[in-house]
């Protein structure tokens, strides 16, 4: 029977699937993301899907080992996980081509190789490529196992019949069912495959890791459509041109999701940052205007970072702003506070914010070193070098209160900074913190009076 091509329309922010177009996603309400895909009939999650066991069972009788987790060695790796992967659990890498997905999990490899066997399954390279890049790593284990396949059907046979401890699917955009007619990479393909993976971690207890790329206008068939299927989404960021990298968790259901982990590319492969803040400063210019150190926390490690503001004369009638490290619509607000706040004239000022080190900060503590760079740049003033901020900017110029106060200031006296300029309303929580000297500010104006001797 000839089979019949089924329309899609999937958006490509979120995934939403319908049957109709829509020039706004009903879902995530944004414009023009909804795009046409050709789907096969779905036979398979039809006859194949059907679970093991179809009896509930009472949560009491439902046990599990407190320490089923497999550690990669990789520390900052690991504390992204939460403490290892999770047995029987489906991880999804996600990244822009080249960023170092297939290079940090085949590192993860010398370590895990140690308790069991491991299978990486590659799509994208052959066996004396992966070869060569294991020799390079110091990769020699022979309980690690390379099939170079895309038929998914064949890789979960391999899988059976090895029984290894851990997949690691390199990458999903290039893996096949055959029922399916639509081509790899499809988000029909994308979204069964990652299905089949799911069905055959839970089923197994075998801990699957996959990698999807993910372009900077985001991929429709990308890590958006998988989601809500797996575990746990780490997001590796960076610029390939810049040597650090983060590995962020955007979705966790076995720890937090606000834990990065710091490396840094180099001719031996990935290296772990130990020291971010200490990596993030160094090659700060001394008495240079428009600098400003920021006390940032991810999750609950705090995080020294530079933030550069140049302000310079529009040469057009409307004047540029960039953003780099912090999202633009929050630079721009903080300009306008500026301007509006302080009378600081930026209207016909070009302004441009980056973090140093391609560093990505979206916490709202940054508002006020950010404010504070670009002070200084317009008034061309240095910050003091020992002087550090932090702090959330309203729209009335008011200084907020943010967490984690303490751990900020400790990162501070440990890295050798002085002094501070923070939220007054922060200082109750610091009761008895005498570390550093503390500079309580409640409004964006007294800041700069701080930090700069003016208005
Ligand atoms: P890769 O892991 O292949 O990226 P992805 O799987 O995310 O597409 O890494 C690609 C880049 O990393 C490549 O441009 C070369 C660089 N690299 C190093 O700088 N040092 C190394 O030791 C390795 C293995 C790669
Ligand atoms: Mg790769």
């Known amino acids: 029977m000839a089979s019949k091509n089924k329309i899609e329309y999937v958006c490509s922010e979120c995934g939403y699937t319908s049957a109709s177009w829509y020039g706004r996603c009903p879902s995530c309400k944004q414009y023009n993301t909804l795009q046409e895909f050709k789907t096969a009939p779905l036979k398979r999650s039809e006859t194949k899907a059907q679970p093991a066991q179809v009896s509930a069972v009472p949560l009491s009788s439902i046990t599990f080992d407190e320490d089923e987790r497999i550690c990669c060695g990789i520390s900052e790796f690991d504390r992204v996980l939460g403490g290892g992967f999770v047995k029987g659990s489906l991880v999804l890498v996600a990244g822009e081509p080249g960023i170092g997905k297939s290079t940090l999990l085949l590192q993860s490899c010398r370590e895990l190789c140690r308790d069991g066997v491991v299978l990486y399954v590659s799509g994208e390279e052959s066996k004396t490529q992966l070869k060569m890049r294991a020799t390079r790593l110091g990769i020699t284990s022979s309980s690690l196992y390379i099939f170079c396949e895309n038929n998914v059907d064949a890789v979960l046979r391999a899988a059976?019949?090895?029984?290894?401890?851990?997949?690691?699917?390199?990458?999903?955009?290039?893996?096949?069912?055959?029922?399916?007619?639509?081509?790899?990479?499809?988000?029909?393909?994308?979204?069964?495959?990652?299905?089949?993976?799911?069905?055959?971690?839970?089923?197994?207890?075998?801990?699957?890791?996959?990698?999807?790329?993910?372009?900077?206008?985001?991929?429709?068939?990308?890590?958006?459509?998988?989601?809500?299927?797996?575990?746990?989404?780490?997001?590796?960021?960076?610029?390939?041109?810049?040597?650090?990298?983060?590995?962020?968790?955007?979705?966790?259901?076995?720890?937090?999701?606000?834990?990065?982990?710091?490396?840094e590319m180099t001719g031996e492969g990935l290296v772990e940052v130990v020291n971010p803040s200490a990596a993030l400063l160094a090659g700060r210019p001394k008495d240079a205007s428009g600098s400003c150190v920021a006390a940032s926390l991810e999750g609950t490690r705090p995080i020294l970072a530079e933030v550069q503001g140049l302000v310079s004369k529009s040469v057009y009638g409307s004047p540029r702003r960039t953003a780099s490290g912090i999202d633009y619509s929050r630079a721009v607000l903080i300009l306008a506070i500026l301007e509006k706040r302080v009378g600081f004239k930026l209207g016909v000022y070009d302004a441009y914010i980056n973090i140093v080190g391609g560093m990505y900060i979206d916490e709202p503590a940054v508002d006020l070193p950010v404010a504070l760079s670009i002070a200084s740049s317009y008034l061309e003033k240095p910050i003091p070098q020992s002087l550090a901020a932090f702090g959330e900017i309203g729209l009335s110029g008011e200084l907020r209160a943010v967490n984690g106060a303490v751990h900020r200031i400790a990162e501070l006296k440990r890295l050798g900074f002085s002094k501070v300029i923070l939220p007054k309303t922060c200082m109750k929580d610091l009761k008895g913190c005498s570390y550093i000297e503390l500079i309580p500010v409640s409004s964006l104006r007294e800041a700069i009076k701080a930090s700069f001797g003016e208005e």
């Open 160 to 263: 059976e019949e090895i029984s290894p401890s851990l997949v690691i699917v390199d990458s999903i955009q290039t893996a096949y069912i055959n029922e399916l007619q639509s081509g790899a990479g499809s988000i029909t393909q994308v979204k069964e495959s990652t299905l089949a993976y799911m069905q055959f971690a839970k089923n197994t207890g075998t801990t699957v890791v996959i990698v999807s790329h993910v372009n900077k206008d985001g991929n429709v068939a990308g890590p958006k459509t998988m989601e809500h299927m797996v575990d746990a989404v780490l997001n590796f960021e960076g610029d390939r041109h810049i040597a650090y990298r983060v590995l962020r968790a955007a979705k966790n259901r076995f720890g937090s999701t606000n834990e990065i982990g710091m490396f």
